[in-house]
Structure formats: C-alpha cells, structure tokens
Nanobody, 123 residues
Framework: QVQPVESGGGLVQAGGSLRLSCAASGRTFSSYAMGWFRQAPEKEREFVAAISWSGNTFYADSVVGRFTISRDGAKNTVYLQMNSLKPEDTAVYYC?????????????????WGQGTQVTVSS
C-alpha cells in the first residue's frame, strides 16, 4: 500500500506560481499512475492532472498551459507546477495514486489519497 503526502500549498497573489509536491510513504510510486485533484468550498472534488509511470500526462481543460505535472522516480515524488494562478484555482489540492498505468480523470479509479494541501489565490 502507498500513502501520498502532499506539501507546498500556501497563499499567493493572482498571476503567481506555486509548486506542490507529493511524496510516497510506504511503497514506491513507480508502479502507479498519479493524479492531482482539487476541491473548492461547497464544490465537488475535480480532476486537475495525471501522469503515468511511463511519463504520459493528461490535464483538465481549465489548467492546460498553466499547470505541469511531473514525477521524479529517484525521489519517489510527484510535482504539480502551477503558474498564472487565478482566484478560481483556490482549493484544497489532493494527490492520489492509481494502480496500473492508464490515465483517467475519474476519482473512483484512484485507490490511495493524501490529506490535501490548501492553495489560496488572492485577487
């Protein structure tokens, strides 16, 4: 079993950048596809980005061109680089691990979840 642990959230002004990290506790991430989701107050948790163990990526339309997901196998860590942040990006961001290599935006396909990290973008 793998346990994702997120870090790197915080408060940033609109137009700024943040990089979130997701480290593995327990087993290595190497055999899992990894995803980032976010949940704003009173909204459903939504897909942001995913990366396979082979490096393929997949993004929500709302973050294409602004966010980049990557993984460092040596550090057993997945990153979400967020640029040109907007107030509507404010949410708790969750890292999740999915058994297998296929990419998906479906929350139900992810097996292990972190506790989340708060990102707040001020206008």
């Amino acid at each position: 079993q793998v346990q994702p642990v997120e870090s790197g959230g915080g408060l940033v002004q609109a137009g700024g950048s943040l990089r979130l990290s997701c480290a593995a506790s327990g087993r290595t991430f190497s055999s899992y596809a990894m995803g980032w989701f976010r949940q704003a107050p009173e909204k459903e948790r939504e897909f942001v980005a995913a990366i396979s163990w082979s490096g393929n990526t997949f993004y929500a339309d709302s973050v294409v061109g602004r966010f980049t997901i990557s993984r460092d196998g040596a550090k057993n860590t997945v990153y979400l680089q967020m640029n040109s942040l907007k107030p509507e990006d404010t949410a708790v961001y969750y890292c999740a691990a999915k058994v297998g290599n296929a990419l998906t935006a479906l929350r139900s396909e992810y097996n292990y979840w972190g506790q989340g990290t708060q990102v707040t973008v001020s206008s």
